[in-house]
């Protein structure tokens, strides 16, 4: 059985030599990771250990040193907002500098997955419901990240649309929407840009050809990605993934991670000796891995030193002004042209408590948040602010602020004690900072009993709970009050309930100030390649108003300020790896917070923080409405540079916003009773299903305002270019009185009586132009050959439709406003 060979494998004989200069051992041993993010070194042919680590909004560097901090960038769906690749590139040079700085040389990121449904989970960390927008978009990051000698690892290859039972589905879909949508974005990525490695998915894929787990899928990794785009790069699990030994080795995966452990190591030696695997596909692992440490300075070059790059926060600051989607706004009155106002109110959970990043392993721990109170009372010195939640849009119960309520005499926050399976005390520790886990905790210890002596001092009933998974007992003051007997292992992990667990324990009554002691013991968790680790959040709700109370304050504080601006939104409950949403609408009392203050403050920003969308009953009401996203660790700091008009929010919707969710196309993402997911919509993914219904949404795909206003004054004959790609030019004008950026949008419609299935239409190109004030300017757009291209599954291969295309210009798929024709041949015909 014979790998295909890639060109750039190929070409590089030495890499093939110093293959065979290693031992079968040494060869099996660097294809599963050392630890959870490094690979074996290998010193007898100088390679040094390879690091990865996870990406989408920042480097979060490989947990060897306490305390890592790393900047947090907007998420994805935010950098698709922005509908600018040359940004995008930015962002991702700038993640090459973070990884250089946390010795880390492949980050797993960008994941370029189609946003298919709404409630997906991880929504929020794919740029877009569109193939086209989320190649160029998710092509740039590639590219920034490896222009600076950092691998980008794209992912996850393929058909990972959905977060429920997300290890065991199989995906199902034709062939021509996985050339079209699915594949697209990662064929850009190896053709186009030069992807240095891919992560193959948790789920399963039925192609048509093959049902198998991603892992071991010979037709899509093999034949396909190695095969016929040429894929010279390596092939990581997602982590925890591989499952076979055979079946994945002979697939096409090169590396599984994390490691130690897993299915390869001393299995795959044995069936490789056996003669079950031939050494020549370990072979073709190995060196695509030496070709990887090449790239990225791990085997016999010096690490490329990344250039200078802006400073990173002006950078974050920069892309979430940009990113940011001006949904509605008052055109008497818009909020960057007010006076300087004498008294905010700022108001809402989201306002308090922001969300600035989407739960699960994307997740990173900034040295600082810019909170919106700093970034308004920063930017409007002089103002009056007051700060209002207007009730909790949380279930579960708030974390505990444990450093302001310790009671331990020398400054610990915690004691733990591990214990091994005898109950014997193998350590005692005393913890001077708490994150909510205990890693690396080895074989021995079998439980971990932590202790926390808290001051509480409000009057009334205090909740106190410790969150986590598994087999877990909960004492407060002495006294059991719950216990779980379970043990559990790295399925925790896989389904993400580890990340934010249900909390357990119990109320406590107060009527003078006291120390209360809360005491958990906990069953080591065992999860492969993660180690053993305990989970053990604390939490603490204090006694405080009622809902309505905080409701009713809100509404009063609106009432009285110059500047009302209400931030609602969702929160790491809603959106995060590891679970879909069941709804689409905000957490909370939140709709009716935002209708009472309009009630009372008619021209209130409303500020909507989610990287997803939400049903936002009340938007035909609200003056101005901006989408921020989770828009990273200066979101206090872009909120008020936007308001101020400081800043221009440039934004464009990647995706459709609802009005109502009986209308979306794709309204769930749970596998059907056979474990299927079924891709029914088939190529008709996103806005483009919403153009076959009648059904209105909120807001249409490529939706954004910004602070002024621009015409469309001529759109001219497109120009057919010899290798089939045309470029359109239209003339733009700010007629508005500040400068603006605006995005032209261009959009296909097939030709009548096409013999394969097309769209209405669909995104055929874009291109953003700056405009001061009364300016026009002439912007060429260009539709690549592709847009004209259809996947044919009778003959197995990409057509041109041929015939007379409609051509709408505009500011969204529904805001047309400008149209032209061209006419295309089909090359093989003449």
Not at 15 to 44: F, Y
Not at 108 to 128: D, K, M, W
Not at 542 to 552: S, V
Not at 652 to 662: F, I, K, N, Q, V
């Amino acid at each position: 059985m014979s790998q295909p060979a890639a060109p750039a494998l190929e070409r590089d004989g030495d890499v093939r030599d110093l293959v065979r200069r290693l031992t079968l051992d040494e060869k099996v041993r660097v294809l599963t990771g050392r630890t959870a993010w490094r690979l074996h070194e290998l010193p007898s042919v100088g390679l040094r250990s390879i690091a990865m680590s996870d990406g989408p909004v920042g480097v979060r560097g490989l947990g060897e040193v306490p305390g890592e901090t790393s900047a947090l960038f907007p998420a994805p769906s935010a950098v698709g907002a922005t509908w600018d690749a040359e940004l995008a590139a930015e962002v991702g040079a700038a993640f090459a500098r973070e990884a250089r700085d946390h010795g880390v040389d492949v980050v797993l990121a960008p994941q370029v997955n189609i946003q298919r449904t709404p409630v997906g989970g991880r929504h929020f960390e794919c740029y877009s419901e569109d193939p086209l927008l989320t190649s160029l978009v998710g092509g740039a990051v590639i590219r920034g990240i490896q222009r600076e000698g950092v691998a980008a690892c794209v992912k996850h290859y393929i058909a990972n649309d959905s977060e429920t039972d997300r290890t065991e589905y199989l995906a199902t879909l034709d062939a021509q929407t996985l050339r079209e949508v699915s594949l697209a974005p990662f064929e850009y990525a190896v053709r186009e840009v030069g992807a240095w490695s891919v992560m193959a998915a948790y789920n399963r894929v039925d192609d048509g050809v093959e049902a198998s787990p991603m892992t071991d899928h010979r037709h899509l990794l093999t034949d396909l990605l190695k095969g016929e785009l040429g894929f010279d790069g390596v092939v990581v699990s997602d982590w925890m993934a591989a499952r076979s030994t055979e079946g994945a080795a002979l697939g096409g995966l090169d590396v599984i991670m994390p490691g130690p452990g897993g299915p390869w190591e001393e299995r795959l030696l044995e069936a490789v000796r056996a003669g079950r695997v031939p050494e020549g596909l370990v072979d073709d692992k190995v060196a695509r891995i030496l070709l990887l440490a090449r790239r990225v300075g791990a085997l016999d070059a010096p690490e490329q030193v990344p250039s200078a790059g802006p400073d990173v926060a002006e950078l974050i600051t920069r892309v979430a002004a940009r990113s940011t989607v001006v949904l509605r706004r008052d055109e008497q009155a818009p909020v960057w042209d007010r006076p300087a106002p004498a008294r905010i109110a700022l108001l809402g959970p989201n306002a308090v408590r922001p969300h600035v990043l989407g739960g699960g392993s994307s997740t990173v721990h900034p040295a600082h948040v810019v909170a919106p109170a700093e970034g308004l009372a920063a930017r409007f010195p002089g103002a009056e602010l007051v700060v209002r939640r207007g009730g909790d849009s949380r279930r579960l119960t708030p974390d505990l602020e444990l450093a302001d309520r310790t009671a331990h005499a020398d400054g610990a926050l915690l004691e733990a004690e591990l214990l091994a399976a005898d109950g014997r005390v193998l350590e005692t520790r005393r913890l001077h900072d708490w994150d909510g886990w205990l890693r690396d905790l080895g074989d021995a210890v079998h439980r971990v009993r932590l202790r926390a002596e808290l001051r509480l001092t409000e009057p009334g009933t205090h909740r106190l709970e410790v969150a986590t998974v598994g087999g877990y007992l909960v004492r407060i003051d002495g006294e059991t009050v719950a216990e779980h007997a379970d043990e559990v292992g790295v399925e925790v992990i896989l389904d993400s309930s580890i990340n934010t667990p249900e909390g357990h324990g119990g109320d406590v009554e107060i009527d003078a100030p006291r120390v209360v002691s809360l005491e958990s013991e906990h069953l080591v968790i065992r999860a492969g390649g993660y180690g053993a680790i305990i989970r053990a959040g604390l939490r603490h709700r204090a006694p405080g108003e009622d809902p309505d109370t905080e409701l009713a304050a809100a509404v009063a504080a609106a009432a009285d300020a110059e500047l009302t601006v209400v931030i609602v939104g969702t929160n790491e409950e809603v959106e995060s790896e590891g679970w879909d949403r069941t709804g689409l609408r905000l957490p909370g009392r939140q709709d009716e917070l935002v209708e009472r203050v309009l009630d009372v403050a008619p021209d209130a920003v409303v500020v909507v923080n989610a990287g997803a969308p939400v049903i936002l009953p009340w938007l035909a009401r609200a003056r101005t409405v901006l989408w921020v996203w989770f828009p990273g660790q200066e979101m206090g700091h872009a909120l008020a540079a936007v308001l101020a008009g400081d800043l221009e929010p440039a934004g464009r919707l990647p995706w459709t916003l609802p009005a109502d969710e009986a209308d979306v196309p794709v309204p769930h993402a749970v596998p059907d009773a056979e474990g299927r997911v079924r891709y029914t919509e088939g190529i008709h993914v996103g806005y483009r299903g919403w153009e076959r219904s009648a059904a209105r949404p909120a807001a249409p795909f490529g939706h954004g305002l910004g602070w002024s206003s621009v015409s469309y004054d001529g759109v001219e004959t497109p120009r057919l270019a010899a290798d089939g790609e045309v470029s359109v030019a239209v003339t733009v004008t700010n007629t508005g009185a500040r400068a603006t950026r605006e995005t032209v949008q261009l959009y296909l419609e097939p030709p009548t009586g096409a013999l394969v299935e097309r769209p209405v239409r669909w995104l055929a190109g874009f291109a953003g132009v700056d405009l001061p004030a009364g300016a026009s300017r002439r912007v060429v757009v260009t539709v690549p050959r592709r847009s004209f291209e259809a996947w044919d599954a009778e003959q197995d291969r990409w057509i041109t439709v041929a015939g007379e295309y409609r051509l709408g210009v505009g500011r969204s798929v529904r805001e047309l406003l400008l149209d032209t024709a061209v006419q295309v041949d089909d090359p093989d015909a003449l």
